[in-house]
């Protein structure tokens, strides 16, 4: 059974930072590509950025290009979401969403398995 848990997720102040984790289990983590997305109220869900974990290859969207890295720890099959110098705008609800293969896409339309995500809340 394919797994996927946020966690990390809490209160910040404009400007700090927090480290989002997605915690994989049931299936060959090195054969899929892994997003962070986010959703606020009244919002579409937003691709911010995916990763490949067969080579490392990342892409961010530019609403968060620069703010924000992902990473991924192949061997404790984890992928991280570091942001920096958070905006009130971030605040949301972050998923981490897995999709077989090495392709790069922040449309969340590609992606089969979802966590159950952790809120992020930017106070100004």
């Known amino acids: 059974e394919v797994q996927l848990v946020e966690s990390g997720g809490g209160l910040v102040q404009a400007g700090g930072s927090l480290r989002l984790s997605c915690a994989a289990s049931?299936?060959?983590?090195?054969?899929?590509?892994i997003g962070w997305f986010r959703q606020a109220p009244g919002k579409e869900r937003e691709g911010v950025a995916c990763?490949?974990?067969?080579?490392?290859?990342?892409y961010y969207s530019d609403s968060v290009k620069g703010r924000f890295t992902i990473s991924g720890d192949n061997a404790n099959n984890t992928v991280y979401l570091q942001m920096n110098s958070l905006k009130p705008e971030d605040t949301a609800v972050y998923y981490c969403a897995a999709r077989i293969g090495v392709l790069l896409s922040t449309n969340p339309s590609w992606y089969g398995y979802w966590g159950q995500g952790t809120q992020v809340t930017v106070s100004s």
């Open positions: 049931g299936f060959t983590f090195d054969d899929y590509a």
């Open positions: 990763i490949s974990m067969s080579d490392g290859r990342s």
